[in-house]
């Protein structure tokens, strides 16, 4: 069973999170905007999202979407829904520690709007039962975020090979939301086919903040887009074949040549043929091959062999 990207609807239309798309970049202000509305403003002027004061946040998705990025919220209770269906939120995340709050759940489900979970503390059973409640009671898809409840989370705890595993086990697409001091274990878990990075952003670390010891500044962020953006070009696809920038090289491989003067109806031997570069001749792999064959006509010291210079 192949992973279903997660569709998000958009002002600007449709946007897909998952296999074959860009990794889904979310930077998380939480409550590095120090209750400065216009830092809140700041901070999605540099990249995307949005206790936060509810009476900004219809102000700040309006904002926000005017550059053209997508803000959503994690409400913590049934209210706090209410409020966001009211902004016309494109999709809910749900919290670690709200994991196990399945009436909440149940009513972030019946918004009908994706939903992007994060794991934490959660059990293999639990997890498996949020994803259940949320899906019965109508999210059209959920996603699941690999993540350590520990704030800073320390990187030798991270045990990022889970992502792969969730994807594996559950079926749907996977991410990281990122603790951890600086950008290493983001850019590692877009290498082990994480489809989603959730990292904090905040203007000044100096000002200090509940998140402040593990969001990145603006300069940080940014080398973070560009590094996962640069990991993502760099994973491909499988590729068995000589890709174009290689092809002018395969002439610097080894090839089979005459080493010395060849007379027609002598035989070649160890002695008159050798594998050296360039790649102009028979592969190396015909050595054997061509050991005791007759040249066909004198074949010159320096001559790249060909078959039809033998008989």
């Keep these: 069973m192949a992973i279903k990207p997660i569709k998000i609807k958009t002002k600007k239309g449709e946007r897909l999170i998952g296999p074959g798309q860009p990794v889904f970049i979310v930077a998380e202000l939480s409550g590095n905007h120090h209750l400065k509305y216009e830092t809140a403003k700041k901070l999605i002027d540099l990249y995307q999202q949005a ?25 913590f209770d049934a209210t706090a829904v209410d409020f966001l269906e009211k902004m016309r939120v494109p999709l809910y995340k749900v919290a670690s520690f709200e994991v196990v709050d399945i009436p909440l759940l149940e009513k972030i489900g019946q918004t009908k709007k994706p939903v992007m979970m994060a794991r934490g503390m959660a059990s293999e059973q639990e997890i498996a039962l949020a994803i ?31 992502i792969p595993a969730l994807a594996e086990k559950f079926k749907l697409v996977t991410g990281l939301s990122d603790h951890s001091l600086g950008q290493n274990a983001s850019i590692a878990a877009v290498s082990l086919g994480a489809m989603i990075i959730e990292k904090h952003l905040i203007l000044d670390r100096r000002e200090g903040g509940p998140d402040a010891a593990f969001s990145l500044e603006p300069e940080e962020f940014g080398d973070l887009v560009k590094s996962i953006r640069e990991v993502e070009a760099a994973l491909g696809k499988v590729n068995l074949k000589i890709s174009a920038s290689e092809k002018e090289n395969v002439q610097f491989r080894k090839s089979l040549f005459a080493v010395q003067d060849i007379r027609k109806g002598e035989k070649l031997t160890k002695n008159n043929i050798r594998s050296i570069r360039p790649g102009y001749g028979l592969a190396p792999k015909h050595y054997r091959s061509i050991l005791g064959r007759i040249a066909a006509r004198d074949i010159k010291k320096g001559t790249p062999l060909k078959w039809n210079l033998t008989g």
């Design 51 to 75: 206790y936060t004061p509810w009476d900004w946040q219809p102000k700040l998705k309006q904002y926000a979407e005017s550059k053209g990025l997508i803000l959503f919220s994690t409400p």
């Design 132 to 162: 259940k409640t949320l899906k019965k009671f109508g999210a059209p898809q959920v996603s699941i975020l690999h993540c350590l409840s520990a704030y800073p989370a320390k990187v030798a705890e991270m045990d990022l090979r889970t």
